[in-house]
Each structure stands twice: as C-alpha cells, then as structure tokens.
C-alpha cells in the first residue's frame, strides 16, 4: 500500500474553531490514525502549514503540536506546490479574499462557513472556482452529528410517514463580559464586523433542512439585539449592533413547516444545546448532536387537557432512544476525510461552494425579512 503526505494550509487556525475542531480534532488526529485511507488501500497524511497574522501564537501553536511550517505570508505558503489545499477559518470579513487567491494559485479550497458576508460575493467564489478547475468545499459539519445521522436513518427507513413539520431549538446564554468572561469573539457581536446569529446559524439551518427534508421555498425571519451592550477582550464596553437571535420560520418544499429558534440569550432546559423534533403522520423524533428519540403513532398516548387537575403522566417515559447501531467519529473529521479523497481521487463531495452560497442567500432574506416584516420566498 502507498504512503505519501501532502501540504494543507490552514489560515486562521488560531481562533476557537479553526484551532478545537479543524486542526486538533480533526487534520492531527487524521495523522493520528495513520491518515486517510483511499480506495486503493494507500494512505495519506496531512501537512498542516499554519498561516495568521500573529507570529507569536503561530509559533507557539506549532511547538506545542510539533508543526514544523507556520508562516504570515499566505502568498509564500500558496506559492509552494506541494500544498494541494488551502483551508480558511478566519473571520467571515477576511474570507473572500484569501480564497480567491487560493484558487487562482490552483489550490483546492475548504472553508468554514458563511463563505462570504453576502450571497453575491459567495457565488463569485463558486464561479472562481469552477472556472479555475479546482475542487472546493464547504464546512456542513452538523450532518454529521450521531443525532441528525439517526434521524437521516429514520427518514429512509420511512419511520415518519408523511413528515409535517420541523421545530428546532438552539442556543445557550453567552455573558455579556463583565461580571464573567464572554464564551464567544465580540466580533461576534458587531455587524459591522460580519457578526450576528443569523449570519452565523441559518447557513448551517439550510444545509440541514435542505439535505433531510427539502429546498426550502420560503424565509419569514425576526431577528433582534436582546443584549444592545457587551464588553469585549479588553474589558472595553462596545454596542452591539448584530442581531443575537433569531427566530425563524421556514416552508419547505412538500409543505413542510420548520421553526427554529436560535439565541445566544436563551438559558438551557433541554437535554441538548440544540434540539430537533421532527413530527409526521406515523411518528415523531426529537434529535440532539447526539442523542434522537422516538414516539411511534401507534405508542401516542392520549392527553387530555384540564387545568383543574395534576398532570399524572410522564410524556418522556413514552418515547424509546434510537439506538447507535454504529460508531460515530468527529463530524468535522469525517468530513475532512470525504473532502481529502475528493481531491485526490474524486469521489463524491456534495458540500461544495454553491451550497453554501445558498446557506448566505436563506441568511440574507432572513435579515431582509425581519427588515421588512414580511415573509420571502426563495428562488430556486
């Protein structure tokens, strides 16, 4: 069996995601395991070149992980052939730009999403790309989840029937930054920095709904600042101008109705950070990142409503786990892998740019919406 490594660079590994689950749990622990396993039976591993403004954190990343190549110049690290992939996880701000140099330097492109703040310069760079004849791609990390995997299972095995609507639930409360540190960037919090909830989750809303439910044909959004004031990194007191929830109705084709709730201002009483349920004419599912659960039509019990009296029933009992029936690895490294071997021997890889410049046109008619107060419908 073959054994070769190739280079990737990876712009913009210094930040939360870029660093937790691109390079840590996903292009090392792929060198971990030996590499990515072709068709062929050969093997490759990963090359990681790290590329960012700061020299410091760069260096330090690279000794503490054992990397031998970091850089600031991302011109030199494109300008070296044996890097067959360039991977940007910077702030959406900075995105379009390195990624159009990466395709014109004939690197095949993997990027967080949004791939742009607007869907006119998110389709420019579906268009570089196929016009350069490079392969690119697009972080859809949460079809991988083990929970939204059972629910794929569900719906091909035909458990729901006629599926009739989708109620979604997302969020958790992010402090302000005073009395406790903030868990998330405050760029995330200004819109003139590429902020805002809605930026940030519908594109990954219309990946979901889109790969296991249908094209979504219409958005009617409201997005609101809850919190209009934050301190940031510095201890500086800054207004939040971006959106941070949003709640969002969405018709899908077939005439499926899904709802989903996203908040970074919503304190959590569920089970999951975020949860699915998914109602059909045979039986319903609620689906975490990890956990999905049942009710079959034939095991629904029937409630009867009187405010006069206690409720005596444990609607959770009623419901049976799906069991994994699998072992489920790291969804983003999963889909490295996928987005490896399409490179290199072209298999299969629906994620591309095109899919996600439709995931920021749902996002821009949703701020439109909640502009206008009007519902919008997609083109197709």
Partial sequence: MSHRSIGVVMNGVTGRMGYRQHLVRSVLAINEQGGVTLSD???????????GRNPDK???????????EWTTELDA??????????????VTQARVKAVLAAIEAGKHVYAEKPT?????????????????????????????????LKLRRLIDGGFFGRILSVRGEFGYWVFEGDWQAAQRPSWNYRAEDGGGIVLDMFPHWTYVLENLFGRIESVYAHAVTHVPERVDERGETYPA??????????????????QINSS????????????????????????GLRNCRIQHRAATPRPVWNP????????????????????????????????????????PFPHDFASGARGVRVAELALRSSAEGRRLAMER
Avoid at 41 to 51: K, Q, Y
Avoid at 119 to 146: M, S
Avoid at 267 to 284: A, I, K, M, P, Y
């Fill in 264 to 287: 970074w201002t919503v304190r959590v009483n569920r089970d999951e950070l975020v949860e699915f349920q998914v109602d059909g004419t045979h039986g319903s599912a609620v689906a």
């Fill in 41 to 51: 039976g050969g093997r490759v591993t990963l090359r990681p070149v790290l590329v």
């Fill in 308 to 347: 006069d009296l206690p409720v005596t029933a444990r609607f959770r009992d009623g419901w049976q786990e799906v069991p994994d029936n699998a072992e489920f690895d790291n969804g983003f490294k999963t889909q490295w892998e996928m987005f490896v071997r399409h490179v290199l021997e072209d298999a």
């Fill in 241 to 258: 101008t971006a959106d941070d929830a949003a709640y969002g109705v969405f018709e899908l084709e077939g005439g499926v109705v899904a």
């Fill in 58 to 68: 760069l260096a330090k990343l690279a000794a503490d992980h054992g990397i031998e």
């Fill in 116 to 148: 742009a703040e607007n869907h006119g310069d998110a389709v420019a760079l579906a268009e570089a790309a196929a016009a350069r004849g490079v392969k690119n791609g697009v972080v859809q990390d949460k079809l991988f989840l083990p929970g939204l």
């Fill in 77 to 90: 690290a494109l300008a070296d052939e044996s890097n067959l992939i360039y991977f940007d996880a910077q």
